[in-house]
């Protein structure tokens, strides 16, 4: 007979990997007494499309809880790793009381950059388009329901060197930020363990944050067709567009390539959001602009 384990831990990694890495570092976690499960998907495959590989973890999730109806699940995921889990989660909610808690690790939730610069059209070149897909609603309707814990890397002040900070953020996630780990050093390190535990022994749905003003400016950008999260490094070069009552202020910056970025800032002149749209989408973008000037001249400034 099976012995029941306390919970079961799912590790997944991410693209251009394997498992031996979170193998690694669920061993850092300490676990005893639970089942760890880190399927490898395969270096090549993790190239190609995410659909197969999301399909793999979902059979494997399937054919472990019919072993163990009855026995907690808490799963993290690398990069990639944490985006096929959402695509799980997303396909099966009624798992979702079965949880303790989700970690995604330097996971692009709201789409890579990097990707969306391989693959501007989304005409599938590799794994990118599945890459560069925004998840953010979907992370977001998980996380009401299910503890959520996001890590980031931070080693030029907007980046662990591959996936951005602000496409790690989502609604409902308790971010927590680790200066100087690259996407490379998140997959084993103890730091990253010690978070993950100390997230587990109180593992807790985060409230949203308030819908002011700022949140529904950067909201109603995000949600402009193609707007893909940037790096805040350029946003010393961009010029203000439009300067609200509150003093945010909004602006706009191209680069060499004509691709059209946009900032919001606080009244410190803090960056609070930064992203970019590709030359498909400028025109979304541009009557997104106009009708923010248009709202911000009348005498009750709203979004």
Known sequence: MTETPDFIVYAQHGWADNHKAIAKLTKELNISKARIITPNLGWIR????????????????????????NTPMRIIGHSMGGLIW???????????????????????????DLARIID???????????LSTNRRQMAQ????????????????????GTINLETTKFDGAKLVILPKLSHE???????VATTILKFWANPVITAPPPADFTYKLIERLRLIPGMTDAHQRDFPRAKVYLTF??????????????????????????????????????????????????DSEKPAQTL
């Not at 993790?46 to 979902?58: A, D, G, M, N, Y």
């Not at 050093?185 to 103890?190: G, P, V």
């Not at 009244?267 to 030359?279: I, K, R």
């Open 46 to 69: 993790t190239w190609l499309r995410i659909e197969p590989l999301i399909e793999q973890v979902e059979q494997k999730a399937i054919e472990t809880i019919a072993t163990h109806p």
């Open 245 to 294: 009552d509150n003093g945010v202020t909004l602006r706009t910056w191209k680069n060499f390539l004509q691709i059209e970025h946009v900032f919001v800032a606080n009244s410190q002149q803090q960056c609070l959001y930064s992203g970019f749209v590709g030359w498909i989408h400028l025109r979304e973008l541009h009557q997104i602009l106009e009708e923010l000037l248009i």
């Open 141 to 160: 309707s998980i996380a009401k329901n299910i503890p959520t814990l996001a890590i980031a890397g931070d080693t030029d002040q907007g980046s662990d």
């Open 120 to 130: 501007p059209l989304g005409i599938g070149i590799g794994i990118a388009r599945d």
């Open 86 to 112: 959402l695509e799980v989660l997303n396909r099966h909610p009624e798992w979702h009381s079965k949880v303790e808690s989700l970690v995604l690790i330097a996971s692009p939730v709201g789409g890579a």
């Open 185 to 191: 050093d998140l997959k084993n390190n103890w730091q």
